[in-house]
């Protein structure tokens, strides 16, 4: 089984370059992102929890992704493999990752980071904000601030992958198609 990740700031193009490549190399597209906004949108518990964290671009709790991860890694048989975006976030979340896969005689393949200026992240969030109601889309103040938390908190596991040897940037700024291309050949030469 494959295990890619695919990393980068918010707006960096994850979402939109993880639904190609889901579709191309038959891989189920986990956005830790897209379960909790749905578990918001049913009502539930743990979206009730949830709801004023994201609201706020901060992050929720390692806890609940990595339960979340969890559960779809054992319900999925049918695929080539696994594309987590938006996860891992944080050092703990990289361990448990990690971890899970191993359990399982799993490991991560390789770590598609999608590399995207400081200006142009604002100006495709803002952009996103105005067609898809995402609230967390639409103030700058908590798009500057998901940034400056993915800075803190997110950036570091770049070196972590490093160190493993599975660190593969791509330049992520012009065309989703000429981005996708570039995403296609590291991930056909991994
Ligand atoms: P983006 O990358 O554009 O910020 P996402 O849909 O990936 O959008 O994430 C939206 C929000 O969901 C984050 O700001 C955070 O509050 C929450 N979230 C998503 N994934 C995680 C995660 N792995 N750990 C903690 N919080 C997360």
Do not use: W
């Amino acid at each position: 089984m494959l295990n890619f990740l695919i990393f980068g700031p918010p707006g960096s193009g994850k979402g939109t370059q993880s639904v190609h490549l889901a579709e191309k190399f038959n891989l189920l597209h986990l956005s830790t992102g897209d379960m909790l906004r749905a578990e918001i949108i049913s009502g539930s518990e743990l979206g009730k929890r949830v709801k004023g964290l994201m609201e706020k671009g901060e992050l929720v709790p390692d806890s609940v992704v990595i339960e979340m991860i969890a559960h779809k890694i054992d319900s999925e048989k049918m695929k080539s493999g696994f594309l987590y975006d938006g996860f891992p976030r944080t050092v703990e979340q990289a361990v448990a990752l990690e971890e899970m896969l191993g359990r399982r005689g799993m490991k991560i393949s390789a770590m598609l980071a999608l590399d995207v200026d400081h200006d142009e992240l604002v100006r495709r969030l803002m952009g996103r904000g105005a067609v898809s109601g995402r609230p967390d889309d639409q103030d700058i103040k908590v798009i500057e601030n998901r940034i400056e938390v993915y800075r803190s908190k997110t950036e570091p596991l770049a070196d972590h992958f490093r160190k493993r040897g599975i660190y593969r940037p791509v330049n992520g700024m012009g065309s989703v198609e000429d981005i996708f291309e570039r995403l296609c050949m590291v991930v056909e030469t991994n």
